[in-house]
């Protein structure tokens, strides 16, 4: 379903607003596929940890189907946002101790006053895509540039979510490859899924969205892609985070460590055996695409998969939002992320 010039940021703000009021997540916005039902171990800590659906996110969720959480003293139960500002509300309102989300999304909470710090990546490089369909005969922005040049009365529709990093890709990208976004229709989502759909369906012409699911249409020959956010922005520049409250870093940093000691673990399997992990993300079924798309997501990233950002990249980002007028203020990524620990944990 499309839904055009729906402001992402409206539903985040309202989210923040209805936080601290609101009960946990309901079960329609967990997948019952992904959420731990067991009881944990005494000897276990528990922790909630929201997400969406994105190929960095994979470590998260290989490490609840392995024993890598086990192994760090954590049962973990995850739930499942179908956008981005009801799992960062969720955080704000306690509702969930971890989120992993946008690079983009701590800071529209640090303009909201809402105490959030960044502490490590997610787990994966280059995994935003921005894909056009194969029938355009496009391979690259430039190839773009040249095709709007070509045919002024041709207006494509291009799909995203709007105050996301998916919409920054494309602003960043467009504004060195000379591009005016204004030569396109925009059309905003506020769900990640169904801008698939709506790319699957021939309603949009562009996509700029994540692997395994822009991965799965360029290996049906249906798109190609014509950049992602290692070239357009650096290798280690993230898709999502993980993020706490200020008081859980300060009051609880040994969860925060052992939680960031399951990624890596979970990080080691995708890394050095990435059939492996496609197993154990099928007891879950948490992307729903074929088992050699989702080797090919994992063995195209451009670097093995580490949790340090590249935090003067995010900068460059966060200036572009206060230029597009999605926060008030440059906010310091400096200020917003505290990878202290992960940084320990990865010498």
Same mark, same amino acid.
């Given at each position: 379903?499309?839904?055009?010039?729906?402001?992402?940021?409206?539903? #985040?703000?309202?989210?923040?607003?209805?936080?601290?009021?609101?009960?946990?997540?309901?079960?329609?916005?967990?997948?019952?596929?992904?959420?731990?039902?067991?009881?944990?171990?005494?000897?276990?800590?528990?922790?909630?940890?929201?997400?969406?659906?994105?190929?960095?996110?994979?470590?998260?969720? /290989?490490?609840?189907?392995?024993?890598?959480?086990?192994?760090?003293?954590?049962? !973990?139960?995850?739930?499942? $946002?179908?956008?981005?500002?009801?799992?960062?509300?969720?955080?704000?309102?306690?509702?969930?101790?971890?989120?992993?989300? =946008?690079?983009?999304? =701590?800071?529209?909470?640090?303009?909201?006053?809402?105490?959030?710090?960044?502490?490590?990546?997610?787990?994966?490089?280059?995994?935003?895509?921005?894909?056009?369909?194969?029938?355009?005969?496009?391979?690259?922005?430039?190839?773009?540039?040249? *095709?709007?040049?070509?045919?002024?009365?041709?207006?494509?529709?291009?799909?995203?979510?709007?105050?996301?990093?998916?919409?920054?890709?494309?602003? +960043?990208?467009?504004?060195?490859?000379?591009?005016?976004?204004?030569?396109?229709?925009? /059309?905003? $989502?506020?769900?990640?899924?169904?801008?698939?759909?709506? $790319?699957?369906?021939?309603?949009? +012409?562009?996509?700029?969205? #994540?692997?395994?699911?822009? %991965?799965?249409?360029?290996?049906?020959?249906?798109?190609?892609?014509?950049?992602?956010?290692?070239?357009?922005?650096?290798?280690?520049?993230?898709? %999502?985070?993980?993020?706490?409250?200020?008081?859980?870093? +300060?009051?609880?940093?040994? /969860?925060?460590?052992?939680?960031?000691?399951?990624?890596?673990?979970?990080?080691?399997? #995708?890394? %050095?055996?990435?059939?492996?992990?496609?197993?154990?993300?099928?007891?879950?079924? *948490? *992307?729903?695409?074929?088992?050699? /798309?989702?080797?090919?997501?994992?063995?195209?990233?451009?670097? =093995?998969?580490?949790?340090?950002?590249?935090?003067?990249?995010?900068?460059?980002? !966060?200036?572009?939002?206060?230029?597009?007028? *999605?926060?008030?203020?440059?906010?310091?990524?400096?200020?917003? $992320?505290?990878?202290?620990?992960?940084?320990?944990?990865?010498?």
């Amino acid at each position: 379903m499309l839904r055009k010039r729906v402001p992402l940021l409206f539903v #985040i703000v309202a989210g923040f607003a209805g936080a601290c009021a609101s009960g946990p997540p309901t079960d329609r916005n967990a997948l019952e596929s992904s959420s731990s039902e067991s009881t944990p171990s005494s000897s276990l800590i528990p922790v909630k940890a929201g997400h969406l659906v994105a190929l960095d996110m994979a470590p998260l969720f /290989v490490g609840v189907e392995s024993d890598c959480f086990e192994k760090a003293g954590l049962a !973990v139960e995850t739930v499942f $946002f179908t956008n981005p500002g009801d799992n960062n509300a969720a955080l704000a309102g306690g509702q969930i101790d971890f989120s992993t989300n =946008p690079f983009t999304l =701590p800071f529209f909470a640090a303009n909201s006053g809402v105490p959030i710090k960044t502490v490590a990546a997610a787990g994966g490089w280059g995994v935003m895509q921005v894909i056009i369909d194969s029938n355009y005969g496009v391979e690259s922005l430039a190839d773009l540039a040249t *095709y709007v040049t070509e045919n002024p009365n041709e207006t494509l529709k291009v799909a995203t979510l709007r105050g996301d990093t998916l919409e920054l890709i494309l602003a +960043d990208g467009f504004e060195k490859a000379g591009i005016d976004s204004s030569d396109f229709d925009m /059309v905003y $989502f506020d769900d990640l899924l169904a801008m698939v759909d709506a $790319f699957r369906l021939g309603e949009v +012409d562009i996509l700029s969205h #994540i692997k395994p699911y822009t %991965t799965q249409f360029v290996a049906m020959g249906s798109a190609n892609v014509i950049t992602d956010n290692a070239e357009v922005w650096s290798i280690t520049t993230p898709n %999502t985070v993980v993020s706490v409250l200020e008081t859980t870093l +300060d009051q609880r940093p040994e /969860v925060v460590e052992a939680y960031i000691q399951g990624l890596q673990c979970a990080a080691e399997i #995708i890394n %050095t055996d990435p059939e492996t992990a496609i197993e154990l993300l099928a007891n879950g079924n *948490y *992307y729903r695409v074929d088992n050699d /798309v989702l080797l090919t997501a994992f063995q195209t990233q451009p670097s =093995p998969i580490t949790f340090t950002p590249d935090l003067d990249a995010v900068q460059t980002v !966060v200036d572009k939002m206060v230029q597009l007028n *999605y926060i008030q203020a440059d906010v310091p990524a400096q200020e917003i $992320f505290d990878v202290s620990i992960v940084k320990e944990l990865e010498k």
